[in-house]
């Protein structure tokens, strides 16, 4: 069993910056694929971007050039990295791991962009 924590979120002005970490416990997830999805307000929940455990990296189209994903396996954390964020960023952010599919969530952490 693998327990997710998120922190980092909070309230920035457009084209300001927020680092959100995603801390594991239970078991070493370092040979897992780490994930963060986001949910605003009456919208689904979307793919931001993950990595996998052999350091390969995909994000979404609207993040890219702006968010940055990592990890430190020595930490058992995943962290997202995003600059000039934008009103549209808004909303919860979820990290989520698992080897062959997404099995653990975090809680979530809320992102909130003003204008």
């Known amino acids: 069993q693998v327990q997710l924590v998120e922190s980092g979120g909070g309230l920035v002005q457009a084209g300001g910056s927020l680092r959100l970490s995603c801390a594991a416990s239970?078991?070493?997830?370092?040979?897992?694929?780490v994930g963060w999805f986001r949910q605003a307000p009456g919208k689904e929940r979307e793919f931001v971007a993950d990595i996998h455990w052999t350091g390969s990296r995909t994000y979404a189209d609207s993040v890219k050039g702006r968010f940055t994903i990592s990890r430190t396996n020595a930490k058992n954390t995943v962290y997202l990295q995003m600059n000039s964020l934008k009103p549209e960023d808004t909303a919860v952010y979820s990290c989520?791991?698992?080897?062959?599919?997404?099995?653990?969530w975090g809680q979530g952490t809320q992102v909130t962009v003003s204008s």
């Open positions: 989520t791991a698992g080897i062959s599919s997404y099995d653990y």
């Open positions: 239970g078991r070493t997830f370092s040979t897992y694929r």
